[in-house]
């Protein structure tokens, strides 16, 4: 998956931001009759709290709520024959340095939380939920 977000400090330890997240290629879902191709992308608010700022290393906690889509789709002609809109939470731990000025790397670990899957035959809110990595580059204010 891949994706972009962008914050606005708002004081001290608190950031806000918006982002969005869809996956680069289709996964194969095996149906009755044939298989179909699974995408989901999901986006919403995020908010940032700074825990522990060492001078050289920031830790904090983030947290996204928001929404997204998943969809089968015929393979090859990528007709649409399903869609539903979900829930989407995703809490992460994060860590972030700054290996050159106005530039920070950031590792996190999270779990993306989905709920209210319902019109995906054969797709469950298991599908879309699971442990996350990431990795990212912040370009700070000049």
């Given at each position: 998956?891949?994706?972009a977000a962008a914050f606005l400090n708002l004081g001290g330890r608190f950031s806000f931001g918006?982002?969005?997240?869809?996956?680069f290629s289709d996964l194969t879902v095996e149906r009755p009759g044939g298989?179909?191709?699974f995408s989901f992308s999901y986006g919403g608010a995020i908010g940032e709290l700074?825990?522990?700022?060492?001078?050289?290393?920031?830790?904090s906690a983030r947290l996204l709520v928001g929404a997204g889509t998943g969809k089968l789709d015929l393979p090859v002609v990528g007709t649409?024959?399903?869609?539903d809109n979900v829930g989407v939470l995703e809490p992460e731990g994060c860590a972030s340095f700054s290996p050159i000025s106005r530039v920070r790397m950031d590792a996190a670990l999270g779990?993306?939380?989905?709920?209210?899957?319902?019109?995906l035959p054969g797709v469950?809110?298991?599908d879309f939920r699971g442990p996350t990595a990431r990795i990212s580059l912040r370009l700070r204010a000049f």
């Open positions: 998956m891949g994706g918006l982002g969005g997240w869809t996956m298989s179909l191709d700074s825990l522990v700022d060492t001078g050289e290393a920031v830790y649409e024959i399903e869609a779990y993306r939380i989905v709920f209210g899957v319902q019109d469950t809110a298991a």
